[in-house]
């Protein structure tokens, strides 16, 4: 219980103020990802393969443009890999190269306000790249490219910051298992992959079992559960889905990590 | 100091790793305005004692205090007086020196007062004002170090660990952290440090605690420790004469073991008994007698078998 009460003590939030810090120091480049992935996949998707479906797809019984079915996809897909990524490549390379964590445990942050500060740190930044991907898509709906209810936009915040903590505590399991940084793709193309590819984050899934397989996925329950929101459908669903998934990740998933990296880190 | 409880006392410390017994009963104290020497041969445990006494592992057994009061009850506040300088270099790469020493402060609570004044100062007593804008790779080895102090020195603790501090350095940066030592000493901090350095130990140690294999095997100034541990002198002689087999046998009769030997000169400590007696025995052989030093020791602890 002291590991997940942990998310709120001082220490927690004095890591993510240095990851904070350091990447303000960069804003100019941490910028440009988010604002230039979702217009090129935009483009590419949206545009380039959406104009050999000029009829739209079906989706939840309706036909729907598919520029208009990719971009809340985009919106959880961005939330999986950013979170994902930062989790393990960021988390990695400040454990066993940078020696950050080592630093910080010499003063009176304690290894489980590092793990928390990953976490949320991985949920800040990331909800901060769907923010700017939001504006993006907001721009595109002014220019008459999307048609979504933009007034739910506000909404996918807070959701985005949840799952992204959960997503980021998956993360946090494997940097805490792969021995080198070469090791990250078994995670990579075993699971993250993988999950990306049942989730019906860029297309639907048609096949059963397949289907079947993605009721267990939290990003796919994001991604219907976000489309709902964007969409004007049922959402209620999919959402309570991702929360009841996103809650056991996170109860499971957290104590977990602090496990492992203490074996890890401390030796312990 | 009668009658105060010290700065920092550990009882009976034991720790496991991996299954195997790291640390087996391990008992210091240091005081406010000592400098206590932690030292032992290679995988003696003083890492992993360090390690426990600055929270960093828990014990799994016994008890640390600091000022008499269990730190376990309120390991945080206890950690608030520590300051911790590691082996390795552990400063935070994204940032400058300046950066790193303002870094430091914020994960102290009660914040320290007047950071930046704080870390102007300490950049100048540590010579790293030059430095202040250029980030921690570009320093000397010397200079690392000195971060390394000056970031565990920022929330002004009143208990400094020191782990090997010089190693790596060379002769005048080393001199620099000594004096730098001395300095903190002076000013009533409790410092506890570990070091390979047999000069280092001696000339900076008020007290020294010796383990080996995990157990403390001596603990005193560094003159009583090795009084006790070697005796008064320690002969010195060539190991390829004719005698040496009669040497080793005199040994071996007189219970005081194998000699230590190393490039291929024998050093035998031997009390001030043993050196007449070993005179009378050997009155045509050639050697030097000098007084015992923590080399010996370190030689003595790592051949357990050595007697």
């Known amino acids: 219980m ?37 217009i090129t996949l935009l483009l590419a998707f949206g545009l380039g393969l959406g104009a050999y479906m000029s009829s739209g797809i079906e ?12 971009a809340p996809g985009m919106l959880a897909y961005a939330t999986f890999m950013t979170a ?14 940078q020696r950050t964590w080592e630093g910080q445990l010499t003063t009176q942050i304690e290894l489980r306000h590092v793990v928390w500060g990953e976490i949320l740190w991985a949920g800040l930044l990331t909800t901060s790249y769907v923010a700017i991907v939001s504006l993006v898509l907001s721009g595109c709906q002014a220019l008459g490219v999307l048609q979504l209810r933009l007034e ?81 459908d049922r959402a209620g669903y999919h959402l309570a889905g991702l929360a009841g998934l996103l809650a056991v990740m996170l109860v499971i998933l957290v104590p977990l990590d602090m496990r492992l990296l203490r074996k890890r880190v401390l030796g312990d | 100091m009668a009658g105060m409880p010290p700065l920092l006392e550990a009882r009976a410390l034991v720790k496991r790793l991996g299954g195997r017994l790291v640390v087996d009963g391990v008992d210091l104290v240091c005081h406010a305005g000592q400098v206590l020497g932690l030292l032992g041969p290679n995988g003696a445990g003083k890492t992993t004692t360090l390690r426990m006494l600055y929270g960093f592992l828990s014990a799994d057994a016994g008890a640390i205090r600091f000022e008499g009061a269990d730190v376990s009850r309120d390991l945080n506040r206890f950690k608030r007086q520590l300051g911790v300088c590691t082996q390795e270099d552990t400063f935070d790469g994204d940032f400058t020196v300046r950066q790193n020493l303002e870094v430091a402060a914020g994960y102290f609570r009660p914040r320290p007062p007047e950071v930046r004044r704080r870390v102007d100062e300490l950049l100048e ?67 506890v440090l570990t070091t390979h350095y047999m000069d280092e130990a001696e000339r900076l140690s008020d007290a020294l605690t010796v383990l080996a294999q995990g157990k403390v095997v001596a603990h005193g100034t560094p003159k009583s420790v090795l009084g006790d541990m070697l005796g008064e002198h320690v002969v010195v002689l060539e190991a390829d004469g004719a005698t040496m087999p009669a040497v080793a046998a005199w040994l071996g009769t007189r219970g005081l073991g194998e000699p230590l030997a190393v490039l291929g000169v024998w050093h035998l400590p031997l009390s001030g008994e043993q050196l007449a007696d070993f005179a009378r025995s050997f009155p045509a052989l050639r050697y030097e007698v000098r007084p015992p030093n923590l080399d010996d020791l370190f030689l003595k602890l790592a051949l357990p078998c050595a007697g």
Request: hydrophobic share 50%; aromatic share 12%.
């Open chain 2, 125 to 191: 007593r540590f010579a790293l004002a030059t430095y202040a804008g250029d980030k921690p790779e570009a320093l000397s080895g010397g200079f690392r170090r000195r971060l390394m102090i000056a970031r565990a020195l920022v929330h002004r603790p009143r208990l400094l660990f020191l782990d090997e501090p010089t190693t790596g350095l060379d002769p005048q940066a080393r001199v620099a952290v000594w004096d730098l030592v001395n300095g903190l000493r002076a000013e009533g901090l409790g410092i």
């Open chain 1, 84 to 97: 994902i990524f930062q989790s393990l490549f960021g988390a990695f390379i400040r454990m066993r190269y």
């Open chain 1, 152 to 232: 739910y936009l506000p909404l996918v915040i807070p959701i985005v910051f949840v799952a992204a903590c959960a997503f980021a505590a998956l993360g946090l399991c494997f940097t805490a298992l792969v021995p080198t940084i070469d090791h990250m793709n078994l995670p990579i193309f075993l699971v993250v992959l993988p999950v990306g590819f049942v989730s019906a984050t860029y297309f639907p899934l048609g096949h059963p079992v397949l289907a079947a397989i993605s009721t267990a996925n939290p990003l796919y329950h994001l991604a219907e559960g976000l489309r709902g929101l964007l969409l004007g």
């Open chain 1, 2 to 38: 002291r590991g997940l009460t942990a998310a709120l003590e001082w220490q927690s939030r004095a890591v993510v103020g240095r990851h904070l810090r350091v990447y303000l120091k960069n804003w100019h480049t941490s910028f440009l990802p988010p604002v230039l992935e979702p």
């Open chain 1, 59 to 70: 989706w939840n019984g309706r036909l729907v443009g598919y520029i208009n079915f990719v």
